[in-house]
């Protein structure tokens, strides 16, 4: 029968998307690796695969639609034999429904280059099987409720339940036949219930009411899929999940800017070989080693253990229209000044351009913001989870310093570094800083 293709989970937090573009149109032929359409997740724009053989028989979804839900069917594949007249949207619809509402979350469907993690709550089928037909197996498996007493959940819900210590013997499912699914998970969290002698749930503050100002006074900016999830991840982060607190320190860049001058006079001005260093490359190679000094900073929280990372993968924010994104430089301690500048540069221009790959902006363990090129001499960021620390970066500055018991002016910096005071201390953050210091403080060090 034909095979929808769904709104693909482009990202593990991916709710919904654009449809930017069809590079296809009904009737033409796809081969597994054509690029059909381009997605607008609320990170990037991304082009999207066919993975199976067959002919475009009918386009659900136009070019433009904003608010499209994952595993929403956008277009149908005709396989050889079938045509147009053999395609029932209404029960395509309902059979991907049914494959989201295993857990309310993203299903693995044909036109997605990546599975997601809520493909391990899916039993495997066999190598042949069409994503399709896989995906309603998978359905109909899920539905099946357990017996001899044991409570309806589904694998994914019941992981969960168990990371955040919810019993759910407390909750009441919302999945077939009453079956405990992710949204019920989810929904516990949010209200505080699900756990023995949990209060009843608080009232969620309201948000701002429009009406309390004059239609006049203001104009209103829509919300797109990137503000939200800002909204909601730091929201997360800074009231609900990571203990925040900072560690400031003042860095002398009396060297680094020599060193800097220096190494950029050497640069050809054109062609392959042409760079231009920065501060922030240098404050990037700094970071990387000084977590390598110092590894108990370069960690993550887990509920069952503290990962100690042994590569410095750097996030480094980047501004772009509506929101920030912060690419990763992976391995930053193995790279030299060069290249690491290197791929900053490529990286923010493609993240302005909305054209990086989830694998280039995902995971990571420690993440460097600057807002010195704004002037801003001092500030403290959000703990951007999973990383267990965050450095915010002030502008360079002449100051009054004493030096040998004389003041004298200096190009000085601030930085201050965010922790999340589960895995990284204040005795640990404050070592990191302090390696930190060394190696700004002496950049020929960093060759070492």
Not at 112 to 141: L, M, N
Not at 143 to 165: D, T, V
């Amino acid at each position: 029968m034909p095979t929808p293709i769904l709104m693909p989970a482009l990202s593990p937090t991916m709710e919904e998307g654009a449809l930017a573009k069809w590079n296809v149109k009904e009737g033409d032929k796809v081969a597994p690796g054509d690029v059909i359409a381009e997605i607008e997740t609320d990170k990037a724009t991304m082009e999207v695969e066919a993975v199976d053989e067959g002919v475009i028989g009918k386009i659900l979804v136009e070019a433009g639609a904003e608010n499209v839900k994952v595993n929403e069917p956008i277009a149908v594949l005709l396989a050889e034999g079938e045509s147009a007249d053999d395609i029932d949207v209404s029960a395509l619809k309902a059979g991907a429904g049914a494959a989201k509402g295993n857990d309310g979350a993203p299903a693995p469907q044909p036109a997605a280059r990546k599975e997601e993690d809520a493909k391990a709550a899916t039993p495997p089928d066999a190598a042949k099987q069409s994503e399709g037909a896989k995906a309603r197996s998978d359905a109909a498996d899920a539905r099946a409720p357990k017996k001899n007493g044991r409570i309806f959940a589904s694998p994914l819900a019941k992981r969960i339940a168990k990371q955040e210590g919810i019993d759910l013997s407390l909750l009441k499912g919302s999945g077939p036949r009453g079956r405990i699914v992710k949204r019920d998970i989810e929904k516990a969290l949010k209200e505080g219930v699900g756990k023995p002698g949990a209060a009843a749930p608080a009232v969620a503050p309201a948000s701002v009411d429009p009406r309390l100002y004059p239609p006049e006074s203001y104009d209103a900016v829509k919300l797109d899929g990137m503000r939200k999830t800002i909204a909601r991840r730091l929201t997360q982060s800074f009231n609900q999940e990571v203990p925040h607190f900072p560690l400031n320190i003042d860095v002398e860049l009396t060297r680094l800017l020599e060193a800097r001058a220096a190494l950029n006079a050497m640069a050809p001005k054109e062609g392959e070989g042409a760079y231009k260093l920065s501060v922030n490359d240098f404050v990037v190679k700094a970071a990387a080693m000084a977590l390598m000094q110092v590894p108990h900073a370069n960690a993550t929280y887990t509920d069952e253990a503290i990962l100690l990372h042994k590569h410095a993968d750097i996030g480094v924010a980047v501004a772009i229209e509506g929101g920030l994104i912060t690419p990763i430089v992976w391995k930053a301690e193995t790279k030299g000044l060069k290249r690491i500048s290197a791929e900053i540069k490529d990286l923010a221009s493609r993240a302005r351009a909305r054209k990086l790959k989830p694998e280039e902006y995902q995971g990571g363990t420690f993440s460097v913001s600057n807002l010195g090129m704004f002037g801003i001499t001092s500030f403290a960021s959000i703990v951007n989870q999973p990383h267990g620390a965050i450095m915010s970066v002030g502008a360079g500055e002449e100051r009054a310093v004493v030096r040998g018991g004389q003041i004298v002016a200096r190009a000085m910096m601030t930085v201050t570094l965010t922790c999340d005071h589960r895995v990284v201390d204040g005795a640990v953050g404050a070592e990191f800083l302090a390696a930190f210091k060394k190696l700004i403080e002496e950049p020929s060090a960093m060759l070492l």
